[in-house]
């Protein structure tokens, strides 16, 4: 997993942000371990824009993100944002939240490249969603995943009771978001919020052999698939039926779809391009 020297000399511009191009897999990775990586408002901009980067980049084939230090990310940070500047009015409140967190979790749902969570330590608040935004998650089994508002008085933010129902459905969204209890990766492994758990060591390999599987893949095929499956629980059947047929149009004028095709009557391993 490139989150040291070689990602640090690939991302000069932001050392809290580290980034590096490995193999056709982005690197992102979170680097205030001090801080157990509560995300700054610098930080939360470096990481929409590396996605957003990544999904018309036709070099990036898959995203990982990750983080250094014993957190993966421990919520927010509002002391790196831009200083108030007048008395707050109504509105100001719901505007930070969608121009902020609900921006950071979109721009996970909508990059076009599949994103793998690898995730090193605790992820509390923001950082238990930005990893849950993720196409597939990786955990340490010494990560937690914190659910911390109620115990601070505030209502989930970052898509939180968007995400969980979908994932684990709304008795156990509720059980997690009410309490606040932390969750160990075992346990979120067997809910379904994680893929895999792993010892901290291995991590970073298994980080690179999925997004490496992601990268060699059809990458349009994968994020027109995506796109299918983070809305199929937001239509009826006959939205989700059009989808599938309107994805399957444009993904067959694909030279990747073409090659699986030909691959598959001539017995042969395919070479996908990622167009």
Known sequence: MPV?????????????????????VSWITLNRPEAMNAVTWDQRERIIAL??????????????????????CAGADLRGAPAQTRERVPGDVSRTIRLGAQRLIAAVLDCEKPVIAAVNGTAA????HLAF????????????????????GLVPDG??????????????????????????????????????????????ALAKEWAGRLAAGPTRALALTKQLVNASLDGDRAAAFAAEAAAQEINMTTRDANEGVAAFVERRTPEYRGH
């Open 159 to 204: 898509g939180g009771a968007y995400l969980l129902p979908r994932l684990v459905g709304p008795q156990r969204a509720k059980e997690l978001m009410f309490f606040g209890d932390a969750l160990t990766a075992a346990d979120a492994e067997r809910m379904g919020l994680v893929n895999r758990t792993v010892p901290g060591g291995e991590l970073g």
């Open 133 to 152: 935004a993720c196409d597939l998650v990786l955990a340490a089994d010494t990560a937690k995943f914190i659910e911390v508002f109620a115990r601070r």
């Open 4 to 24: 040291s020297g070689e990602a640090a000399q690939a991302a000069p511009r932001d050392a809290t942000v580290l980034h590096a191009l490995d193999g056709g």
């Open 125 to 128: 608040g923001i950082g238990a």
């Open 51 to 72: 996605l957003t980067d990544a999904s018309a980049d036709p070099a990036v084939r898959a995203v990982v993100l990750t983080a250094t230090g014993r957190g993966f």
